[in-house]
């Protein structure tokens, strides 16, 4: 009996699941983990995607990407555990319930009942899609869902609460009210860099008015009215101040019987239709201190408002007036600059985006909801004969996503994380990290660090982890950092961490009753904390976490860098003052064929499931990891790209392995120990040589995380294995040459075993044939490459390369002269040195070679085909000699063909009946016995058609 078998003829679709189910039966993934020792640990951090929908191209990029490396560095003999996680907290879930009981925004949830409400978020969230294990187990990522741990598990949520207190304790944790994007309809903040992270901003129409402010100090302005722009009216009732530049030219400019200050630059564009004259031209520094009448005064006024100020940054000569109407608390820099000069900074609307009512008089708007305001406020102003100007402007503006609400920039009391004293750490814990692409790492990543404000972290919302802050009457706090600490301050059992359950916990201290405070945490400061709080550390794992951090990889997509790598950077270096991972890949976004956002309606892509079922997992993962996604680069998505990988690689690849498993069948040839090919042959010294290149180019590319380039190499070597080494060995390993199985055994073997965390279905299946007695390739070792062999036989590729490109030039030029390969030519001629002619001839079926200068020969080209560079001339005459030799090698072809449709073995003898015709009577006469010999026939006889029997 045969060592090996040939192989049965199934589509790589049917074998990928094949393979599925053997991993699966085997439990090699989990073998792969625990035969590792825990002593040599690679770790890999995971941001989980979020609970509910199925999976994209963005989730499937990642996942690819982090079964990729895992691989690798599991056959490199470490332990690499790979444990599935579910972000589980947080807007989206409460979005997706909300919508599901009707319930629009938060004053709802409370008339709800927040018990119920949290109920059913538990039930939303036990609701996991089973589709997400097809796709994974399809894309051939091997983790562990069955053991996933959610950001809603009690040991999670304690180890976040225990990373606030370690903050608190730190002095890193403050109270404090600040300008941030706020979102009216879900009634709280929202991260900068969640709307950065999507990049949620829209289109929208905003009203465009400019205000008239009457200058009411004595001297020469008193009564001139100072013109300032703004696209939202709702915050003129909670203007406090003008703002200017004071080395900027400001005119005085009369119009209409009434005197107006504009900056020059400007002044063209605000009276743009209008008969003005220039009065002067002043300098800003000349306004700073003038006092004017605001257009509203039911909010009570401070000493030092409404004033004329300079503020560095917040003046622009790009739009408006050049004079900025300033409302601290309803605008980042606004705030800063009511701060430095003891504004009040105005908390003027409330949770649900309204005004609220004065206090040093009636508002009118009071209970009516900002945008609502606009032309209200609009109509009043006019009416007062203080608009000097309305109309409409088209700009982007954030939204927030969950709720397709706009958000606004409001202040708000909250709970802070002091970035500002972090900063200097964590630019310093940025250095050792190795970033993909490289420039991110001093580009975006540092910039964000050096531009972040102080992180808010406290959300006036539901579901998610609790501030674990309890206060008293007084103001005096207790903060908590575990469940055990909890239950013996407040004498409760605690089971549960979510509200409403941990609201009705209360500590009795020293006389005085502690109420937890409303908020819940930001759920980024839950995903900055997944490094050890997966782990429920420091309670359980602390010589796990400790040893083993920070991780060693992490790979999401680039709005990532803004998000989820900075938050995880701010905990780790605020807790333990390292960088949180060595090791950083961003994708790219996908867009679809059209270069829109992929859409069903655009109809411009394929749906990922239907990709997975008809082309295959590994086809897929070529197409991903080879895309300049993989270096943070967009690209649009290209179905016969996808499919390439399937014809060019996947398909090649296999074609090899079943060529070499036909022939070693056929002669019974057995691999002799652990064998080496010690081959002369230069074809089998070329591609051990492109094997050890080959090995080599896949682990350094892979260890320096640049996976495209991996990939790049496995692709080029399935070229060389397919259509050169196998195509120009076809013989020697048809007739059973000792040395050429050797060689090829060699290369599928070692090769399977280099390419497998790229391509690990394919590869699993050639392993599997050619080591049946092993149980997976991806229990296997990474495979040495040897550097002696390439740096020895560097001519001899070289060489080799130059070879082939001759032979690409001579195939071109038959292509030219429609002259197929079939068809035997004369001679050639070439100016580049051929080294190895007898493959070179063999190759492109021509007879002889002509080493010739074409500038110098005398050589008569008239029966030449020369290429574009003269390095390469085809003689395309056609003697009778060599056109009966082509029609013989149809006649091979079309034999072969009919054997394949007849599905005989290569060892099957046959008997071929062929026309007679007077052509053919002559074709038997000179190539019979050639013909027999190519096709394993017995006989050749004249009939009436071409066809084939089996004998015996």
Known sequence: MSYFNAPENKSIQQMEDEVIKYWKDKKIFEKSVETRSADNRYVFYDGPPFISGLPHYGHLLGSIAKDVIPRYWTMKGKKVERVWGWDAHGLPVENKVQQRLGIKNRRDIENFGLKRFTEECY????????EWKWYIDKIGRWVDMDHAYKTTDITYMESVIWAFKQLYDKGLIYEGIRTSLYCPTCGTPVSNFEIAMDNTYKEYEDPAITVKFKVSTEGKFKNVNILAWTTTPWTIPSNRALVIKSDESYSVVEYAGEKYIVATPRVQI???????????????????????EPPYTFFTKKDGEFKVYEYEGMVTMDDGTGIVHSAPGFGEIDTEMGRHYGLTIMMTIDDEGKFVQGDAGENPFAGIYYSKANPLITEDMQNKGVLFEESKILHRVPYHDRCNTLLIQRAQSSWFI?????????????????????????????????????????????????????????????VVGSVKELEELSGSKVTDLHRPFIDEIVINKNGKIYKRIPEVLDCWMESGSMPYAQLHYPFENQQKFEQNFPGDYVVEYIAQVRAWFYVMHVMSTALFDTNPFKNVVTTGVMSGTDG??????????????????????????????????????????DNEELSNKLKNVV???????????????????????????????????????????????????????????????????????????????????????EAALDTLYRVLLDFSQAASPIIPF??????????????????????KYYAEC????????????????????????????????????????????????DIVLDETNIKKIDQLDFESTDLDLKNYVVNTAKTVALNIELTE????????????????????????????????????????????????????????????????????????
């Open 762 to 783: 394919i590869t699993e299946a050639i392993y599997r044939n050619l080591r049946p007695a092993d149980e997976s390739v991806h229990l296997q070792e990474y495979p």
């Open 881 to 952: 000699e060599l056109e009966l030799e082509g029609h013989m090698r149809d006649f091979i072809r079309k034999v072969q063909e009919l054997r394949k449709e007849a599905n005989l073995t290569v060892s099957d003898n046959i008997r071929v009946t062929y026309p007679n015709t007077p052509e053919n009577g002559i074709l038997m006469i000179k190539f019979g016995d050639q013909i027999k010999t190519k096709v394993s026939a017995a006989e050749l006889i004249a009939g009436d058609i071409l066809k084939v029997d089996k004998i015996g």
């Open 596 to 637: 829109r956002k992929m859409s069903k309606t655009y109809g411009n892509y394929t749906d990922p499931k239907e990709v997975l079922e008809k082309i295959g997992g590994d086809a897929l993962r070529l197409y991903l990891m080879a895309s300049p996604l993989m270096v943070g680069e967009n690209a649009n998505f």
């Open 418 to 478: 002091n970035i500002q004293s972090l900063k200097e750490k964590l630019l310093k814990n940025n250095e050792p990290i190795n970033w993909v692409p490289s420039h991110l790492k001093e580009g975006r990543f540092s910039i964000g660090v050096q531009q972040a404000p102080d992180w808010g972290i406290s959300r006036s919302r539901f579901w998610a982890t609790p501030m674990p802050i309890w206060k008293a009457d007084d103001g005096n706090v207790i």
């Open 123 to 130: 039930k939303y969230t036990s609701e996991i899609s089973e």
């Open 270 to 292: 605000v009276f743009h239709d209008r008969e003005y004259k220039t009065v002067e031209q002043i300098k800003g520094s000349d306004l700073i201190g003038l006092e004017y």
């Open 651 to 737: 398909n090649p690849l296999w074609n090899s392995a079943k060529f070499f498993l036909i022939y070693a069948a056929e002669f019974n040839w057995e691999p002799k120990g652990d064998i080496t090919s010690s081959s002369t042959n230069p074809m089998d010294v070329w591609i051990l040589t492109r094997l050890n290149e080959t090995i080599k180019g896949i682990a350094d590319n892979l260890e320096t995380y640049l996976i495209p380039d991996a990939v790049k190499y496995v692709e080029t070597f399935v070229d060389d294995l397919s259509r050169w080494y196998v195509r120009r060995s076809r013989t020697r390993i048809s007739s059973g040459e």
């Open 790 to 837: 390439i740096q020895k036989n560097q001519d001899l590729v070289r060489n080799m390369s130059s070879d082939r490109e001759v032979v690409s030039e001579l195939l071109a030029l038959r292509t030219q002269a429609k002259i197929g390969i079939r068809q035997p030519l004369a001679s050639m001629a070439s100016a580049t040195k051929v080294h190895f002619p």
